[in-house]
Nanobody, 113 residues
Framework: QVQLVESGGGLVQPGGSLRLSCAGTGIILRINNMGWYRQAPGKQRESVAIISSTGSTDYADSVKGRFTISRDNAKNTMYLQMNSLKPDDTAVYYC???????WGQGTRVTVSS
């Protein structure tokens, strides 16, 4: 069974950091173009960061310089390191292959003082 599980979300103060994880079972992450996405309250879901099967990365303008996407092939896990968090980063964060139409449960990130 193919499954992706997001974790690492929580409540953090503005300026703080979190690292999200995306663990895969039944799927090899490194051979897929993978992405982190988010949906803030009342807003459409948006792409945050992409890592290709070759390791190239791309980021939304709103997170460039603050977020870093990476992948541990040995652990079959993808990460999103989020630094200098802002209240506008509050959202449910999801991971999936860019070509997949399906969404998982996501992990909630709340940035608030």
């Amino acid at each position: 069974q193919v499954q992706l599980v997001e974790s690492g979300g929580g409540l953090v103060q503005p300026g703080g950091s979190l690292r999200l994880s995306c663990a895969g079972t039944g799927i090899i992450l490194r051979i897929n173009n993978m992405g982190w996405y988010r949906q803030a309250p009342g807003k459409q879901r948006e792409s945050v960061a992409i890592i290709s099967s070759t390791g190239s990365t791309d980021y939304a303008d709103s997170v460039k310089g603050r977020f870093t996407i990476s992948r541990d092939n040995a652990k079959n896990t993808m990460y999103l390191q989020m630094n200098s968090l802002k209240p506008d980063d509050t959202a449910v964060y999801y991971c999936k292959p860019t070509a997949w139409p399906h969404w998982g449960q996501g992990t909630r990130v709340t940035v608030s003082s």
